[in-house]
């Protein structure tokens, strides 16, 4: 490989990996007699797939010049310290079909600065992924990044030719996106976004009648949220992912915690801040039982909260914050509710429900069920296990969770007052199938 080709690889793989809106998308796209590669379930990406697999791709930008200038990112114009490069359209084909044929790439992630303006960089990414496909046979996995404001006419080529598609809304806030990145505003972000929702949506339709109907970024389409550059709370973060589920149709939502780069004042200082590694994890939480478990926004996240509960995850928190719903009767309860039982997954719920038709199910059995018995011991009740301390105490199971068995937790008292019972709300939340 030509070292000019080398130089701009190892600039433009660098610039790309604070994008987090890549991981598999789990497309399929079969192989044909005259061209070279599949995408199969597992996706591709240097990334995990939802079933936990590490799968690798070629994830690079195809060009760091940007026009633009926003805060939060490495190749904003005003950022001097970093070296300008480009590939051209042949270079990123010939480096994505080399690592394919060498087996170290699955498919492509291809992103880019806005070097000219969106229709001028969008057409390039669309000319790689064409050159690809027609030109190579090429069949693996392709992960476009849609630029904002790009035109309909070309994301209707690149949801053609890609298997996924995102738009990154970056900020979580459009007050906030002013705030960092002056030339976008969300109509830039949603506009492309709503365009390839319908092409999504029609394609299916279409394939639905005729399986011979071209696919349109089968994958679905993705975006990532920055978190931290801007002062949005959790509670604001989850509404808006919220809605990109219902409205646009996402098939993930990303979460990336802000790196500070510095030599910018409009986001937090690197001297000072750490990137927001925990509040991360637990958004990616809330955003699993949004999209898994059949909870709502405000049951995950109530109005008007700030944060996530930082010491216990958001299904704990929930049970915290309706003690009265608990502990739920492993014998009888609808596999709904056991999904709702913190250290209860999906799986161990469906576990549950088929060994309870051979017989009554025992605080034994559930350890073989891969029930987490730390934190659903206070929160199940089977015959030979009955916990009452959720309803008489629900800090103290919080202490007993957060701090390990008996940390901070207040002995009970045989001679104590009669528990306090909090009253049932009008509306209990009732979950939803999942
Ligand atoms: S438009 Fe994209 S590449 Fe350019 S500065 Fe903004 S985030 Fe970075």
């Known amino acids: ?102 087996n170290y790439i699955e498919g492509l992630f291809l992103s880019s600065g806005i070097f000219k303006d969106a229709d001028t960089t969008t057409e390039k990414l669309v000319a790689v992924a064409r050159s690809l496909r027609q030109d190579h046979g090429f069949n693996g996995y392709i992960h476009l990044k849609v630029i904002p404001g790009a035109s309909p006419e070309l994301l209707t080529e690149a949801g053609r030719l890609a298997d996924r598609l995102s738009v990154n809304v970056e900020i979580p806030s459009e007050a906030g996106l002013k705030q960092v990145a002056p030339e976008k505003d969300y109509d830039q972000v949603f506009g492309p976004m709503g365009h390839v929702r319908d092409g999504i949506t029609e394609a299916k339709e279409e394939r639905k009648k005729d399986r011979r109907a071209p696919r349109f970024a089968a994958g679905g389409q993705s975006t990532q949220l920055v978190i931290g550059a801007t002062p949005e709370t959790d509670r604001q973060i989850l509404e808006l992912s919220d809605g990109l589920y219902s409205e646009q149709k996402l098939r993930r939502v990303y979460y990336s915690g802000f790196v500070p780069l510095g030599g910018d004042d409009r986001v937090p200082d690197p001297e000072t801040y750490r990137a927001p590694l925990h509040r991360e994890h637990r958004l990616y939480q809330a955003d699993w039982l949004l999209r898994k478990y059949g909870f709502d926004l405000d049951e995950v996240a109530p109005p008007g909260s700030g944060n996530l509960d930082a010491e216990v995850d958001p299904k704990t928190s929930y049970a915290l914050r309706f003690p009265y719903l608990f502990p739920v009767d492993v014998n009888t309860a609808p596999v709904e509710w056991l999904q709702r039982v913190p250290g209860l997954g999906i799986r161990s719920a469906k576990r549950i429900v088929a060994a309870r038709r051979r017989g009554v199910v025992r605080w034994d059995d ?24 959720i309803d008489r105490d629900p800090n103290a199971v919080r202490q007993r969770i957060v701090g390990g068995r008996g940390d901070g937790a207040p002995q009970l008292s045989l001679f104590a007052p009669a528990p306090v019972r909090l009253a049932a709300p009008a509306s209990a939340p009732l979950p939803k199938a999942a």
Do not use: W
């Open 1 to 102: 490989m030509r070292r000019q080709v080398i130089e701009k690889l190892e600039i433009l793989a660098d610039a790309a990996k604070y994008d987090a809106s890549c991981a598999s998308s789990g497309g399929k796209r079969e192989n044909s007699p005259t061209g070279i590669g599949n995408s199969t379930g597992a996706g591709i990406c240097h990334s995990y797939t939802e079933d936990g697999r590490c799968v690798s791709l070629l994830k690079v930008l195809f060009s760091n010049v940007c026009i633009y200038d926003c805060a939060y990112c490495v190749s904003r114009r005003s950022n001097e310290e970093v070296t300008r490069v480009a590939f051209t359209v042949d270079e990123v084909v010939e480096l994505t079909m080399g690592f394919y044929k060498r």
């Open 366 to 389: 559930l350890r073989t069920m891969g029930v987490v018995l730390k934190r659903a011991q206070f929160f199940l009740t089977t015959p030979d296990h009955r916990p009452q301390l």
